[in-house]
T-cell receptor, first 109, second 116 residues
């Protein structure tokens, strides 16, 4: 079955700097790649997603890139702000979502 | 109420107790999910319901018993739990099954369960 690995488990960046979180997957049939953000005391919330026929997608300060050949995709956050502090999860789907273990992003003032 | 709500938010129970978690979605979705979230581990899908019918049971122990009386409500009945069952239990809903933006999963805030 599908296996999703997410790195790093914790990421600490200075406010204003960029953050990059990477996920790798094993099933080449997977075709949908969402990223969810979980703030303290809340459930995860979708922030951006990408389909397998697209290499990159941007939404203001966040972007996702996909390399289907290498089976990895990444979340990029530019100009980080304190409200970006949260746990970020990648997921992979052919039909059912398979989740990564999460990355705790800490924004240092 | 909007979105997905879960009650209670916190629950402490002994190993011999019986309790129930409740989830309600106000989004008109057809699919509902129970997940278990443990620290530094991927979300573990437990059960999936689509149009009130259970479609997935990912080898969950029988001490967890789901119930879906209608498309808006989902329950997780708990009995004779173990300390390792302590975790955050998340409920989610989506328009339908399948991985796509159309079927974005909307999560409730979760129930923090502690088994003593």
């Amino acid at each position: 079955g599908e296996n999703v690995e997410q790195h790093p488990s914790t990421l600490s960046v200075q406010e204003g700097d960029s953050a990059v979180i990477k996920c790798t997957y094993s099933d080449s049939a997977s075709n949908y790649f969402p990223w969810y953000k979980q703030e303290l005391g809340k459930g995860p919330q979708l922030i951006i997603d990408i389909r397998s026929n697209v290499g990159e997608k941007k939404d203001q300060r966040i972007a996702v890139t996909l390399n289907k050949t290498a089976k990895h995709f990444s979340l990029h956050i530019t100009e980080t702000q304190p409200e970006d502090s949260a746990v970020y999860f990648c997921a992979v789907s052919n039909y059912q979502l398979i989740w990564g273990a999460g990355t705790k992003l800490i924004i240092k003032p | 109420e909007t979105g997905v709500t879960q009650t209670p938010r916190h629950l402490v129970m002994g190993m011999t107790n019986k309790k129930s978690l409740k989830c309600e979605q106000h989004l008109g979705h057809n699919a509902m999910y129970w997940y278990k979230q443990s620290a530094k581990k991927p979300l573990e899908l437990m059960f999936v319901y689509n149009f009130k019918e259970q479609t997935e049971n990912n080898s969950v122990p029988s001490r967890f018993s789901p119930e879906c009386p209608n498309s808006s409500h989902l329950f997780l009945h708990l009995h004779t739990l173990q300390p390792e069952d302590s975790a955050l239990y998340l409920c989610a809903s989506s328009q339908d099954l399948g991985g796509s933006s159309y079927n974005e999963q909307f999560f409730g805030p979760g129930t923090r369960l502690t088994v003593l």
